[in-house]
């Protein structure tokens, strides 16, 4: 789970809020300034910050006008006094998504951080496996936790690479079929022929090379799930026996004298529209309306990205643990790219893109160029590099400092200096380039 930031010059106040936060499951850290907040969230994108408002030195209000320059994305909750509500109100005018007067109760400051972020809120049990703080997907878990105890058919659209087989296993794991078998098959990918096989079964010597009696997925799931994935890719001829099996709840074998109950629960995944593809004549009506009764549509990950960043340190661990590597996080420029992609594959191009990092990652963070496979450049290369001033100058050996010094000097050399223009390029803000300058002594 992604962690949250209290800042508050008052540290009894932090360690009691702290505690009564991690006794709801909450991962916070305690900064007790402004400057050494900034400090905290240089090295870690936080999910939430939550600032008092009077402190000394570097008040709320800057602190604010700082995070927001920096992260604009990252939401910030400001505490007050009851005399300073109008500085709260500035607040608000300024970005922050709500604040609190002091003295705060625990479980009302965790009511605040679950309205912000549905992700630290209650979700219905069952759902562990789809890792998400997006309000939109929140309410499919809620819709999907009432489906589940029923059988009725679902039928999951999306993109590909949105997660409906994930979605499909969590309904089929939270259903009173778990304990019977969950069953997949691809209907694009097999011929026609094939197909048939697959669902129905076949008996010994139904046609040539049928050596043995073959039960198809529709028995191999008797009791369970059967996933039907990519069904709109399925041939006209069999989506008649398909819906008959669907009707009947029986199947009949390639070469079997006599049809076969079966009590299945059928999931259909798509990355069309179907009901376009319907009018087109490319699916049966009656079929879709009977697979139809519960149509659940995933959003593509651009349109929920307060998920990217906690689906890639999801994955970041998984790969860690399967690769024996210690990486604690992405820097910000890594961060900030992974933000500003499209990612057209969704959650399954961002998860081999940070699987790929891994396995580059040299250091303790992941740097954005070990992401993006365009900012490396080989050896091989060099030769190409000294006749194309816009190549970077990047050989094996050099640590992801250097590497990362090098990529920001010449993206402001070839962007003329222009610090906007580069941070743009880079996938980072203005701020975090000014700050790195600073630390080279450039500025």
Same mark, same amino acid.
């Given at each position: 789970?992604?962690?949250?930031?209290?800042?508050?010059?008052?540290?009894?106040?932090?360690?009691?809020?702290?505690?009564?936060?991690?006794?709801?499951?909450?991962?916070?850290?305690?900064?007790?300034?402004?400057?050494?907040?900034?400090?905290?969230?240089?090295?870690?994108?936080?999910?939430?910050?939550?600032?008092?408002?009077?402190?000394?030195?570097?008040?709320?209000?800057?602190?604010?006008?700082?995070?927001?320059?920096?992260?604009?994305?990252?939401?910030?909750?400001?505490?007050?006094?009851?005399?300073?509500?109008?500085?709260?109100?500035?607040?608000?005018?300024?970005?922050?998504?709500?604040?609190?007067?002091?003295?705060?109760?625990?479980?009302?400051?965790?009511?605040?951080?679950?309205?912000?972020?549905?992700?630290?809120?209650?979700?219905?049990?069952?759902?562990?496996?789809?890792?998400?703080?997006?309000?939109?997907?929140?309410?499919?878990?809620?819709?999907?936790?009432?489906? !589940?105890?029923?059988?009725?058919?679902? =039928?999951? %659209?999306?993109?590909? *690479?949105?997660? &409906?087989?994930? $979605?499909?296993? @969590?309904?089929?794991?939270?259903?009173?079929?778990?304990?019977?078998?969950?069953?997949?098959?691809?209907? !694009?990918?097999?011929?026609?022929?094939? =197909?048939? %096989?697959?669902?129905? *079964?076949?008996? &010994?010597?139904? $046609?040539?090379? @049928?050596?043995?009696?073959?039960?198809?997925?529709?028995?191999?799931?008797?009791?369970?799930?059967?996933?039907?994935?990519?069904?709109?890719?399925?041939?006209?001829?069999?989506?008649?026996?398909?819906?008959?099996?669907?009707?009947?709840?029986?199947?009949?074998?390639?070469?079997?004298?006599?049809?076969?109950?079966?009590?299945?629960?059928?999931?259909?995944?798509?990355?069309?529209?179907?009901?376009?593809?319907?009018?087109?004549?490319?699916?049966?009506?009656?079929?879709?309306?009977?697979?139809?009764?519960?149509?659940?549509?995933?959003?593509?990950?651009?349109?929920?990205?307060?998920?990217?960043?906690?689906?890639?340190?999801?994955?970041?661990?998984?790969?860690?643990?399967?690769?024996?590597?210690?990486?604690?996080?992405?820097?910000?420029?890594?961060?900030?790219?992974?933000?500003?992609?499209?990612?057209?594959?969704?959650?399954?191009?961002?998860?081999?893109?940070?699987?790929?990092?891994?396995?580059?990652?040299?250091?303790?963070?992941?740097?954005?160029?070990?992401?993006?496979?365009?900012?490396?450049?080989?050896?091989?290369?060099?030769?190409?590099?000294?006749?194309?001033?816009?190549?970077?100058?990047?050989?094996?050996?050099?640590?992801?400092?250097?590497?990362?010094?090098?990529?920001?000097?010449?993206?402001?050399?070839?962007?003329?200096?222009?610090?906007?223009?580069?941070?743009?390029?880079?996938?980072?803000?203005?701020?975090?380039?000014?700050?790195?300058?600073?630390?080279?002594?450039?500025?």
């Amino acid at each position: 789970m992604a962690k949250i930031l209290l800042v508050d010059d008052d540290p009894d106040f932090c360690a009691a809020l702290v505690a009564r936060l991690a006794q709801k499951g909450l991962d916070v850290d305690a900064a007790e300034s402004g400057a050494v907040a900034l400090a905290r969230l240089r090295d870690h994108a936080y999910a939430l910050v939550i600032s008092d408002v009077r402190m000394p030195e570097m008040d709320g209000i800057e602190l604010l006008r700082r995070v927001k320059e920096d992260r604009p994305q990252t939401p910030v909750l400001m505490l007050t006094a009851f005399r300073d509500v109008d500085g709260a109100v500035e607040a608000m005018k300024l970005g922050a998504n709500d604040y609190l007067i002091k003295p705060v109760e625990g479980d009302i400051l965790y009511a605040k951080i679950t309205h912000i972020l549905p992700e630290f809120g209650e979700r219905p049990a069952g759902f562990e496996s789809i890792v998400t703080c997006d309000p939109s997907m929140v309410k499919h878990l809620e819709m999907l936790d009432m489906v !589940a105890q029923s059988n009725a058919s679902v =039928l999951l %659209s999306g993109e590909s *690479g949105t997660g &409906k087989e994930v $979605f499909a296993r @969590a309904i089929h794991e939270r259903s009173p079929r778990s304990s019977f078998p969950f069953v997949a098959v691809n209907c !694009a990918g097999l011929p026609e022929g094939l =197909l048939q %096989s697959e669902l129905f *079964g076949h008996e &010994k010597g139904s $046609f040539t090379g @049928a050596s043995t009696q073959h039960k198809g997925k529709f028995e191999q799931a008797d009791g369970g799930t059967l996933l039907l994935d990519e069904i709109s890719e399925m041939p006209p001829e069999l989506q008649a026996k398909l819906l008959r099996a669907l009707q009947e709840r029986e199947v009949d074998r390639l070469g079997g004298k006599r049809p076969i109950k079966v009590d299945v629960r059928v999931i259909a995944t798509t990355n069309r529209d179907m009901q376009q593809h319907v009018r087109d004549g490319g699916f049966r009506e009656d079929l879709f309306y009977r697979l139809c009764v519960v149509p659940i549509t995933l959003p593509p990950l651009r349109e929920r990205r307060m998920d990217i960043l906690l689906l890639a340190r999801h994955f970041l661990k998984e790969f860690c643990e399967q690769n024996q590597k210690s990486i604690s996080d992405f820097t910000d420029a890594a961060a900030g790219w992974m933000e500003s992609q499209q990612w057209h594959g969704n959650v399954r191009e961002l998860r081999n893109v940070v699987e790929r990092a891994v396995v580059l990652c040299q250091g303790n963070r992941v740097e954005s160029y070990e992401l993006n496979p365009e900012l490396w450049v080989t050896p091989e290369s060099d030769a190409a590099a000294a006749d194309d001033p816009g190549r970077l100058d990047v050989r094996v050996g050099m640590t992801a400092h250097e590497v990362e010094k090098r990529l920001i000097l010449k993206t402001l050399e070839e962007s003329g200096g222009n610090k906007s223009r580069a941070a743009e390029i880079l996938g980072i803000t203005p701020r975090t380039i000014r700050n790195k300058l600073r630390e080279y002594g450039l500025m």
